[in-house]
């Protein structure tokens, strides 16, 4: 069982801010990807930006979806099992249910419960 505690979702204006945070506890085995997810209403869920961190040397490996681009910055804090999401320049498609994501280094992939970011004036 993997556990998440997400938080930072709410409504947001646009050109706006927002930051989630994510801490996942629980039987995690080794972590080894992090990241966020969404879906928006009527739209598949999709990757929103993921981080993962080899090794000290390496440093962070990070994808961020087109649309995000330049806006969002994830940032991880491996030992405590947090990813942070910061969200500038929000735009009205921003809207959508975030998801906590993780996966191990078995391959096993996690999704918390979601919090929604709405934006809007």
């Known amino acids: 069982q993997v556990q998440f505690e997400e938080s930072g979702g709410g409504l947001g204006q646009p050109g706006g801010s927002l930051r989630l945070s994510c801490t996942a506890s629980?039987?995690?085995?080794?972590?080894?990807?992090m990241g966020w997810y969404r879906q928006a209403p009527g739209k598949q869920r999709e990757a929103v930006a993921t981080?993962?961190?080899?090794?000290?040397?390496?440093?962070?490996?990070?994808y961020y979806v087109d649309s995000v681009k330049g806006r969002f910055t994830i940032s991880r804090d491996n030992a405590e099992n947090t990813v942070q999401m910061q969200m500038d320049s929000l735009k009205p498609e921003d809207t959508a249910v975030y998801y906590c994501y993780l996966k191990n280094f078995r391959g096993a992939e996690y999704w918390g419960k979601g919090t929604l970011v709405t934006v809007s004036s």
């Open positions: 629980g039987n995690i085995y080794r972590l080894n990807v």
């Open positions: 981080i993962k961190s080899p090794t000290v040397a390496i440093g962070d490996i990070t």
